[in-house]
């Protein structure tokens, strides 16, 4: 192992429900009244692949666009102030230094909203490359992302592993090539993160454990 790809929301900092909750105002006030839970199960993939499915609405349309990014807007404006590192998400990080592994993010999440969170909790000093969305045609659970990075980093899918919380994210990787790793601090029970070849309770677990 050379290389750790890293998701964000839920994997590294407490942000699912926050995202599930910009994503309700901001369709909200466009008329789409959608439940906060089926939200919340389709956060860890972009909104290329979320709007169709709750509102059918392609992302590219104005309407999808308007909401997309009314709902950044929200989320950094609202909901970012209160957002919490997941216990030991930064010492994880700084262990896998220690071990001379290159760390680079692979996100589903807007350049700005990504960008935004790394900064708010410096771990933007920690990470050696960042991919998000606009690295890739597709987001998650389609592979793009995870290439994007494997490519950015100069790395093999055998190179690298990947830290993610959702079906998205082990999809995603697994259909890249990439050994995952999944976290339950996204909401997920382990028997919902198939295909992970580990499951944690969260970084504070992977950090005591031997990997």
């Known amino acids: 192992m050379k290389a750790v790809l890293l998701d964000i929301d839920g994997t590294l900092v407490d942000s699912n ?3 599930a909750g910009a994503w309700r105002k901001a369709l909200l006030e466009q008329g789409f009244d959608i439940e906060f839970g089926v939200l919340r199960r389709c956060i860890g993939m ?3 692949h979320m709007l169709p499915r709750i509102a059918g ?7 999808g666009k308007k909401i997309s990014e009314r709902r950044g ?4 404006e609202e909901f970012l102030p209160d957002l919490k590192l997941l216990n030991g998400a930064k010492e994880l990080l700084e262990k896998l230094l220690e071990k001379k592994l290159t ?7 807007s350049s ?10 410096g771990l933007d ?3 050696h490359h960042v991919t998000n969305s606009s690295d890739a045609d597709k987001s998650k659970p389609d592979p793009d992302i995870v290439l994007a990075a494997l490519k950015k980093a100069n790395l093999d899918p055998s190179d690298a592993v990947m830290l993610g919380d959702t079906p998205y994210d082990i999809e995603a990787a697994v259909r890249a090539g990439v050994v995952a790793y999944a976290f339950t601090s996204g909401g997920w029970r382990p028997e919902e993160l198939t295909g992970a070849k580990k499951v ?3 970084p504070a677990d992977m950090l005591m454990a031997e990997f």
């Open 17 to 19: 429900d926050a995202h």
């Open 46 to 48: 972009g909104g290329d």
């Open 57 to 63: 609405l392609t992302k590219d349309s104005a309407l």
């Open 73 to 76: 807007e929200i989320f950094r």
């Open 103 to 109: 760390l680079v993010i692979a996100t589903s999440a």
């Open 112 to 121: 700005k909203d990504g960008s935004a969170i790394l900064k708010k909790f």
């Open 125 to 127: 000093e920690l990470v």
């Open 200 to 202: 944690f309770s969260g």
